[in-house]
């Protein structure tokens, strides 16, 4: 049996760069979600899993619409091969929890798919839609968890205010993550011109979610103060950039409001939102104590070798 899957151990000295691969790919796929929406091609294939009642694929009927609709759902199987990969990379490797991460990502994608699919048979209802772009969220977060079991530095835990700051500060980004679903839900990108809104006061739902932002900086400030007087200069460190990730989503949110929406400005904020669910991921891992077991990279080694 050791035979056999001996060629698979091939694939360990590749473990980093798939994660790595992994987590792009999740960015990927939410910016190419956007575009989706942002052109009024969700329901370009107007069924699933087929694309229509009589083809799995796309064909000349449905126009540019289907085709920018079907080459989302094929992005999906190239993100489940570097899924795959990345899961199987991780088991040879002998790190269990590596292993257990890279599974939920792998059963992320086909949970994604399934979704996916009920956004199109319920006819993009905004709330089956903003379901499904946050999971997109969360398996960004994930992948930002493996990454830092692979090869994230050594370090001790923060203190407990600092600790605390980092999960008050992911919990308010989560929440301004949410509000802007539900802002996209009630605005005009709903991903077809016929596709139902939530029937909420888009100026009204900006407001509100741009207060939870303004709500999130601030905390973000106060996290970066703490966390650079209490000695935690890693935490400081990552809640720096996070800061720098929400002013500049700030200004992006700000123009896209004034000028009416620009698709081109809406979809960079669909990819900023993406960085910011990562770097609120990071935030809370700079917080919690991570010890290198020389064992695990010793498996590898030894693994790599044969």
Do not use: K
């Given at each position: ?268 904020h669909m990819l900023g939102a993406a960085l910011i ?30």
């Open positions: 049996m050791s035979s056999l899957l001996r060629p698979l151990d091939r694939l360990v000295p590749w473990l980093w760069p798939l994660a790595v691969a992994d987590l792009v790919a999740n960015v990927l796929i939410v910016v190419t979600g956007g575009a989706v929406r942002l052109t009024s091609s969700g329901l370009g294939c107007p069924t699933w899993p087929r694309c229509t009642e009589d083809s799995y694929v796309s064909h000349g009927e449905l126009g540019l619409h289907g085709a920018i609709e079907f080459g989302n759902r094929l992005l999906t199987f190239a993100l489940a091969v570097v899924a795959i990969l990345a899961l199987v990379a991780a088991w040879r490797s002998g790190r269990r929890r590596a292993t257990r991460l890279a599974l939920v990502v792998f059963l992320g994608i086909p949970a994604q798919a399934v979704l996916g699919g009920i956004t199109v048979l319920t006819q993009l209802n905004p709330w089956v839609v903003a379901g499904h772009f946050l999971v997109s969220m969360a398996l960004i977060a994930v992948c930002v968890l493996l990454l830092d079991e692979l090869r994230g530095p050594e370090r001790g835990a923060a203190p407990l205010g600092v600790r605390r700051l980092t999960l008050v500060t992911f919990a308010l980004g989560w929440l301004s993550l949410y509000l802007g679903t539900v802002v996209t839900g009630s605005g005009p990108h709903a991903g077809d011109l016929d596709a139902r809104r939530t029937g909420l006061d888009p100026q009204l739902m900006s407001h509100v979610h741009a207060w939870s932002v303004y709500v999130l900086v601030a905390a973000t400030v106060v996290l970066v103060v703490v966390a650079r007087r209490r000695g935690a200069a890693g935490v400081a460190s990552a809640a720096t950039l996070l800061l720098g990730l929400e002013l500049a989503q700030g200004v992006v949110g700000f123009v896209q409001y004034f000028t009416d929406l620009p698709v081109v400005l809406v979809a960079i669910s990562a770097s609120l991921a990071h935030v809370v891992l700079a917080g919690r104590p991570l010890a290198r077991a020389g064992s695990a990279r010793a498996a590898d080694l030894a693994t790599a070798s044969r």
